[in-house]
């Protein structure tokens, strides 16, 4: 005997229900315990009018540039020695660089592509970390850029080994918005 179309149609709104819920808790899950609001005097702002010294206005420090080693196109760039990170664009120029503490385990220098991303986790040090950006793999131990939740740094010179690049959590959502799955990542000296 074939199924009547209401027994159809309440079958699959009960099916899409549950599977709204389903992402519903996933979501509810992944998000942050606290929310913190952007602090407005952030090292990326740009004061309205510049301060007067002796009649000349005073410029910024330029930005430090990309380093001409790093290939071509849209890319992200990491110096180790620098401990720095540059977003550039496809013209070739930096959209955002600032500094990150580097990970116990760093990766070789190279090209890499970014492999895989996760909103939050708990990092290797216990720490819960969001904005995660993976590229690489060094014996066995995952290389990538996060931000603490909590906004910490690991302490220098842990013993742990991790390979967890850390950044603030406005350059970690930056760094998430930029760096979608595939993109290039350059780690030079």
């Known amino acids: 005997m074939p199924a009547k179309s209401s027994t159809i149609v309440t079958a699959l709104t009960t099916a899409a229900v549950v599977v709204v819920g389903v ?18 005097d952030t090292r990326h702002s740009v004061p309205k009018s510049p301060p007067e010294r002796g009649g000349k206005k005073d410029k910024a ?22 401990k720095r990170v540059w977003l550039v664009g496809a013209d070739g120029k930096a959209v955002r660089t600032y500094p990150v503490t580097p990970s116990p385990v760093g990766p070789p220098l190279g090209a890499y592509a970014v492999g895989s991303r996760s909103v939050s986790v708990t990092g290797s040090d ?22 603490a939740v ?9 013993s742990k080994r991790t390979g967890g690049i850390r950044e603030s959590r ?20």
């Open 23 to 40: 992402l519903g808790y996933q979501a509810a899950a992944s998000a942050p315990d606290t929310l913190t609001q952007t602090r407005k």
């Open 126 to 147: 216990g720490i819960a970390i969001e904005h995660v950006v993976r590229f690489a793999s060094v014996e066995g131990v995952t290389i990538g850029f996060s931000a």
């Open 61 to 82: 420090p330029a930005a430090a540039a990309v380093p001409p080693s790093s290939g071509k196109g849209r890319r992200i760039v990491y110096s180790l020695d620098a």
């Open 150 to 158: 909590d906004g910490s740094m690991p302490a220098p010179g842990s």
């Open 170 to 189: 406005d350059d970690g959502k930056a760094m998430w918005d930029f760096a979608l799955h595939g993109t290039k990542v350059v780690v030079v000296s």
